[in-house]
Nanobody
Framework: QVQLVESGGGLVQPGGTLRLSCATSGIIFSSWAMAWYRQAPGRQRELVADINTAGYSNYADSVRGRFTISRDNTKNTIYLQMNSLKPEDTAVYYC????????WGQGTQVTVSS
């Protein structure tokens, strides 16, 4: 059974930091690109960052320079380090991956507010 389980979300003040984790099981993690998406209320789900099997990453313009995606193949886990958070970063954050990127996690809420 494939599982992608996000954690690390919460409430943070503007300018703060959070680190999201996505632990996977049931897939050969090291063989697949992985990604973080987010969906804010009333908006479409959007790609935040992705990372390929070699560790190369891409970022949405809105988060480049503030967020960092990484992966640990020994722990079958990806991370999203989020710095200098803004209220517009408020969303449910999802990880995605596996063959054909068909698997999604259940999401973790990130709220940036004073």
């Amino acid at each position: 059974q494939v599982q992608l389980v996000e954690s690390g979300g919460g409430l943070v003040q503007p300018g703060g930091t959070l680190r999201l984790s996505c632990a996977t099981s049931g897939i050969i993690f090291s063989s697949w690109a992985m990604a973080w998406y987010r969906q804010a209320p009333g908006r479409q789900r959007e790609l935040v960052a992705d990372i390929n099997t070699a560790g190369y990453s891409n970022y949405a313009d809105s988060v480049r320079g503030r967020f960092t995606i990484s992966r640990d193949n020994t722990k079958n886990t990806i991370y999203l380090q989020m710095n200098s958070l803004k209220p517009e970063d408020t969303a449910v954050y999802y990880c995605r991956g596996g063959p054909g990127s068909i698997y999604w996690g259940q999401g973790t809420q990130v709220t940036v507010s004073s």
